[in-house]
């Protein structure tokens, strides 16, 4: 099981900007960002396949957001922008078994490792 350590979610205004770190034992294939909001389902928010460099994003995010991983840290990031009070939610870092890009994808249940999260929260 893969130990996932997320960290800088705050509260910010609209239009602003945050990076979310994810601190892996080890980082696989497949890394990815969730998200939550109480009462809903988990929602995929972006992939890395890090054997082709290839990131999947879901469409509200497309633009916004950026995922990336620096291996000397076993550090996945989430570059967020412009955000909008509905990216309020818990986000979680997660890690998949998977060693195929096609299944680098942004269903939850092939992810077997998660984080605690952290919560971002935009105010308008």
């Known amino acids: 099981q893969v130990q996932l350590l997320e960290s800088g979610g705050e509260s910010v205004q609209a239009g602003g900007s945050l990076r979310l770190s994810c601190v892996a034992s080890?980082?696989?294939?497949?890394m990815a960002w969730f998200r939550q909001v109480p009462g809903k389902e988990r929602e995929g928010v972006a992939t890395h396949f890090f054997l082709d460099n290839e990131q999947v994003s879901a469409d509200s995010v497309k633009g916004r957001f950026i995922i990336s991983r620096d291996s000397a840290k076993n550090t996945v990031y989430l570059e967020m922008n412009s955000l909008k009070p509905e990216d309020t939610a818990m986000y979680y870092c997660a890690s998949s078994g998977t060693a195929m890009y096609s299944a680098c994808d942004l269903w939850p249940p092939r992810y077997k490792s998660w984080g605690q999260g952290t919560q971002v929260t935009v105010s308008s």
């Open positions: 080890e980082l696989t294939d497949c």
